[in-house]
C-alpha cells in the first residue's frame, strides 16, 4: 500500500508569515490539530501543531512554568495580554522548520518508520517537492478499522 492510498487530500496549509492567530483560527474552523506551513509554490516550509502556540518558551520566556503563570499573580488581564502577544507572532517564529516528508510512491511502512523515528504524529506528503497530502495517526486508525482496505479520506490532521 502506497501513501496516496490512505493520505488526507487536501491539506489545510498556512503561510509562514501569517500570524498565529489567524493558524488558530484556521485550525477551530477545519477542526484540524496541524498546519502544513507552505510557500507560494507549495513547497513544505514547516508543520505548526496545536502544541507549537500554547503557552510554550518558545513563544512567551514567562511561560516556563504554566503552574506559575497560572498562579496567584496571573489574574485575568495578565491572560489576556498573554493571549493578545502571542497570537501576534508570525508563523514562522514558533513552526517545527525541520519537517520529515514522504513520497506519495512510498509505502505507508516507511511512512509509519519515519513517524516512529521522528517520533511525530503527521508526515506531509510531496509530489516534485510539492504538498499533496498529509498521513496522520488518524489516517493510520482509518486503516487499522478498515481491516487493512484502503479506508475513505478525511480532513482530520
Not at 503557552?55 to 491572560?79: H, Q, V
Amino acid at each position: 500500500m502506497r501513501a496516496k492510498d490512505i493520505m488526507t487530500s487536501p491539506v489545510v496549509t498556512i503561510r509562514p508569515a501569517d500570524t498565529i492567530d489567524v493558524a488558530a483560527a484556521r485550525m477551530l474552523e477545519k477542526v484540524v490539530s496541524c498546519l502544513v506551513v507552505v510557500d507560494e509554490n507549495d513547497f513544505v516550509q514547516g508543520i505548526l501543531t496545536h502544541t507549537d502556540f500554547g503557552l510554550r518558551p518558545k513563544l512567551l520566556p514567562l511561560a516556563e512554568n504554566l503552574y506559575r503563570l497560572m498562579g496567584s499573580w496571573a489574574d485575568p488581564k495578565t491572560i489576556e495580554d498573554i493571549a493578545r502577544k502571542v497570537g501576534q507572532r508570525q508563523v514562522k517564529e514558533v513552526m517545527t522548520k525541520e519537517v520529515e516528508t514522504g513520497g506519495e510512491e512510498e509505502e505507508v511502512s516507511k511512512i509509519v518508520q519515519k513517524m516512529l523515528r521522528r517520533r511525530v504524529n503527521r508526515i506531509p506528503i510531496v509530489r516534485d517537492k510539492k504538498l499533496v497530502g498529509i498521513i496522520t495517526r488518524h489516517d493510520l486508525l482509518k486503516l487499522v478499522v478498515a481491516g487493512g482496505r484502503v479506508a475513505d479520506g478525511g480532513q482530520e490532521h
